[in-house]
């Protein structure tokens, strides 16, 4: 599903399956404005910006049957050279754990964390992006394909697409900037 309105960032999100009506709630579609304060905050926490070419991914842990979803640590693996983390230099991909609405330099996922719970950028654009999760003790993660424990009739397959970010200027066009978003369930052990 992709969603995309003037002034906003452009939204892909991960692939999902429908076995009877769903109610999702709200989707979140970031502002322009939003999304340039988000890369500013960047900087100021010694992160190198977003390459345009490059892809960003925002990921939400979903606690299901977990008491917790903080303390859990998250990467992507899309193949591409430059995935191994911060072992591989300049090219790896940058991840940043939110704490409350912002980013930060905390080093796992935060206890009852808003949405996105980590942003994972400068990821080589396609499909085939695995995310990696540790969990928090005493929980598991789902694999794929698994049921959204808040809508039992939409199931994540877990197939993810990235694209490049593009043009990060408040005044470019729709569609000019893209951000992809996938969900992690997380179970009790």
Same mark, same amino acid.
């Given at each position: 599903m992709r969603v995309a309105k003037p002034g906003y960032t452009s939204l892909l999100e991960q692939e999902w399956q429908l076995a009877g009506d769903a109610d999702r709630a709200k989707t /979140?579609?970031?502002?322009?404005? %939003? !999304? *340039?304060l988000l890369v500013q905050s960047l900087s100021g926490l010694g992160k190198p910006p977003p390459n345009p070419a490059k892809g960003a991914l925002g990921i939400g842990l979903l606690k299901g049957a977990c008491?917790? *979803? &903080? &303390? %859990? !640590?998250?990467?992507v693996d899309t193949g591409a050279a430059g995935d191994a983390g911060a072992d591989a230099g300049a090219n790896a991909n940058i991840v940043v754990y939110f704490k409350g609405l912002l980013p930060s330099n905390e080093t796992t996922t935060q206890a009852d964390a808003v949405t996105p719970t980590v942003m994972i950028y400068n990821i080589a654009p396609g499909e085939g992006i695995e995310v990696m999760v540790i969990p928090p003790p005493d929980c598991k993660v789902e694999p794929f394909p698994v049921?959204?424990?808040?809508?039992?009739? /939409?199931?994540?397959?877990?197939?993810?697409k990235v694209e490049p /970010?593009?043009?990060l200027?408040?005044?470019a066009g729709t569609g000019a900037n893209v951000t992809s978003f996938a969900r992690v369930v997380l179970s009790k052990k």
């Open positions: /979140i579609l970031p502002d322009r404005q %939003a !999304t *340039e008491p917790t *979803e &903080g &303390g %859990a !640590t998250v990467r049921a959204d424990p808040a809508a039992p009739n /939409i199931t994540y397959t877990g197939k993810i /970010i593009g043009d200027r408040p005044d």
